[in-house]
Nanobody, 125 residues
Framework: QVQLAESGGGLVQAGGSLRLSCAAS????????MGWFRQAPGKEREFVAG????????SYADSVKGRFTISRDNAKNTVYLQMNSLKPEDTAVYHC??????????????????WGQGTQVTVSS
């Protein structure tokens, strides 16, 4: 079982940047696809970005394409989400997720097997 712990959230002004980190415990991290999802108050959890087990493939939601970058460091058991040009509509709790699969990058909630508790990102206008 892999456990995930997110960090790096906070309050930032519109146009600013944040870098989220997700540290994984467990020896199977490097074999797992990883993703970031977010959930705003009153809304459903939605896909933000995903990355394959090797880091060779990535996928992004249209709303963040060109502004966010997902990456991973398997030696450090960590996946990152660099968020630039932040907008108030990016305000949400951001969750890291993992899937025990080497298949294509997952973009749906039910494709992921384990989740972190989340970190709050608030973007002020």
């Amino acid at each position: 079982q892999v456990q995930l712990a997110e960090s790096g959230g906070g309050l930032v002004q519109a146009g600013g940047s944040l870098r989220l980190s997700c540290a994984a415990s467990g020896r199977t991290f490097s074999n797992n696809g990883m993703g970031w999802f977010r959930q705003a108050p009153g809304k459903e959890r939605e896909f933000v970005a995903g990355i394959s087990w090797s880091g060779g493939s990535t996928s992004y939601a249209d709303s963040v394409k060109g502004r966010f970058t997902i990456s991973r460091d398997n030696a450090k058991n960590t996946v990152y989400l660099q968020m630039n040009s932040l907008k108030p509509e990016d305000t949400a709790v951001y969750h890291c997720a993992g899937r025990a699969s080497r298949l294509r990058v997952g973009i749906k909630l039910d494709e992921y097997d384990y989740w972190g508790q989340g970190t709050q990102v608030t973007v002020s206008s």
